[in-house]
């Protein structure tokens, strides 16, 4: 198994920026060969994906965070971390990593709240 740990989210003013953060610190897992994902679920709705970022660092993002969120990884220490700028109330959501294609364990989220 590949314990994932989310952090970084909090409360933050509607336009505010947040930058969460993910490690998977299993020291048998080659990081840098796998997509990771983040995804994020509010209250009453299913997961969603957010945005992709390959081993060699191709990015994918869905429609709703298009140029205002950015997925990034470092391979050496086995972290990806989202920066979310220009938030919405409509970002409000528990964010979640994730190993692409695989069925590692969710971790436990990071909590993302934006007041209006």
């Known amino acids: 198994q590949v314990p994932l740990v989310e952090s970084g989210g909090g409360l933050v003013q509607y336009g505010g920026s947040l930058r969460l953060s993910c490690a998977a610190s299993a020291s048998s897992f080659s990081f840098r060969f796998y997509t990771m994902g983040w995804y994020r679920q509010a209250p009453g709705k299913q997961r969603e994906l957010v945005a992709t970022i390959t081993g060699s660092g191709t990015t994918n993002y869905a429609d709703s965070v298009k140029g205002r969120f950015t997925i990034s990884r470092d391979n050496n220490q086995k972290m990806v971390y989202l920066q979310m700028n220009s938030l919405k109330p409509e970002d409000t959501a528990v964010y979640y990593c994730?190993?692409?294609?695989?069925?590692?364990?969710w971790g436990g989220g990071t909590q993302v709240t934006v007041s209006s």
């Open positions: 994730h190993v692409e294609g695989t069925d590692v364990s």
